[in-house]
């Protein structure tokens, strides 16, 4: 008989894969909520997610789905402008990422997506008939540079999105009319073009959760703004579709979740480390402990691969080489400031900007860490 995927990935299921609860239960929603025949067609399963996600509240209000609860979370955020390399940064991010969210600028084209429509109508006391209303209408879209890639991404890591492991934040943009109905009178208010939407972006997640992961292979300039913390390899796994590891992730994730744990505690420890006197010393212990952990999660992936359920979906286990750089939360500040989060270069220049405007600043104490990732792997 022979074996699916489903079949193997079902015979080697330890734990459940949670990376965020909130997320997981918000997209869970909305791949049920996928209108039928989607799935096959990756442009339609791009705007489908972005319609999805987008909500408007009585008043005509635009927002994004689970917005309040999300906005209390911490996410690791990518940094790339370029659809077509998701699968290939998730798959090397997931490692060191316990919530993954990736996302595209306003700066971005932008792809129309339709309009919602809501009105409250008002009620005259004595009569109990009508006697005005309020309308709102929204055209709303999302900016997106390859709808069809990020489709194939959403399909393919449906089952990273559906853990809260991996998600997409779209960025909206709208056009507001609004109408005022009262007996013969009416009044009307158009916004005339399409304008970004008020909404928590991937910077304040940066901000908020303190982990960028870069996969340009960038060589950023070292200053005491700017530190390197470490260079290590980081074991990948590697020649199965972003489908099937995505079902490897969440079936095989025991190593991923003590390994999160493990980088959790020890970042204390690193801006602790940044901030003492000894820096270097305090730094080099900390790399030594991360270096064993790696070797150690290593081992159980290479021992993972050579049992018959990885084996047969054609998994194996790569190494790719990883760099740590820590950049002062004011430089990071600034930086997303003006440049935002459009593409590596412009991010790693911005930051040189800032770094020669102050030759002199000291850090403030706060850290923000940015994995620089490399474009290739190798066989271990």
């Known amino acids: 008989m022979r074996l699916t995927v489903p079949d193997t990935v079902g015979m080697w299921r330890r734990a459940q894969a949670i990376g965020d609860r909130d997320v997981a239960r918000q997209m869970r929603k909305i791949f049920k909520d996928f209108p039928a025949g989607s799935r096959r067609d990756p442009t339609a399963a791009a705007e489908a997610y972005a319609r999805l996600m987008f909500t408007t509240s009585k008043f005509g209000r635009p927002g994004v789905r689970g917005e309040k609860q ?39 084209p932008y792809r129309h997506l339709g309009k919602r429509k809501d009105s409250i109508v008002y009620t005259n006391h004595d009569t109990l008939q009508p006697e005005g209303s309020d ?89 005491p703004l700017v530190r390197p913390v470490l260079q290590i390899d980081l074991p990948v796994v590697e020649g199965v579709s972003l489908r099937n590891f995505s079902r490897i992730t969440v079936d095989e994730f025991d190593a991923h979740k003590r390994f999160h744990e493990f980088l959790s505690t020890h970042f204390l420890s690193m801006s602790e480390a940044l901030n003492a006197e000894r820096s270097q010393i305090e730094l080099a212990r900390l790399r030594q402990e991360i270096e064993d952990q790696v070797s150690s999660v290593r081992a159980e992936f290479v ?44 991010f790693w220049a911005a930051v040189d900007d800032v770094v020669e405007l102050h030759p002199r600043a000291t850090p403030i104490g706060e850290w923000r860490y940015v994995w620089i990732l490399s474009r290739k792997s190798r066989p271990l």
């Open 70 to 108: 999300f906005r209390r979370r911490f996410f690791d955020v990518g940094l790339t402008d370029a659809s077509s390399e998701f699968g290939r940064l998730t798959k090397h991010a997931t490692l060191i990422s316990k919530s993954f969210l990736l996302s595209h600028g306003t700066e971005a």
């Open 135 to 223: 309308n709102y209408t929204v055209h709303y879209g999302f900016h997106c540079p390859d709808r069809h890639a990020l489709g194939m991404w959403i399909i393919k890591a449906e089952p990273l999105i559906e853990e809260g492991l991996s998600w997409y934040l779209p960025s909206y943009s709208t056009r507001s009319e609004s109408s005022s109905v009262y007996g013969f009178r009416a009044d009307r208010s158009t916004q005339d073009e399409h304008e970004p939407m008020s909404q928590f972006s991937a910077a304040d997640y940066l901000m908020r959760g303190g982990q960028l992961i870069d996969p340009s292979e960038s060589s950023p300039s070292e200053s």
């Open 303 to 346: 021992a993972a691969a050579r049992r018959r359920p990885l084996g047969a979906v054609g998994a194996k286990v790569a190494s790719t080489s990883a760099r740590l750089v820590a950049v002062d939360a004011s430089v990071m500040k600034r930086v997303l400031a003006t440049a935002g989060l459009s593409t590596a270069e412009a």
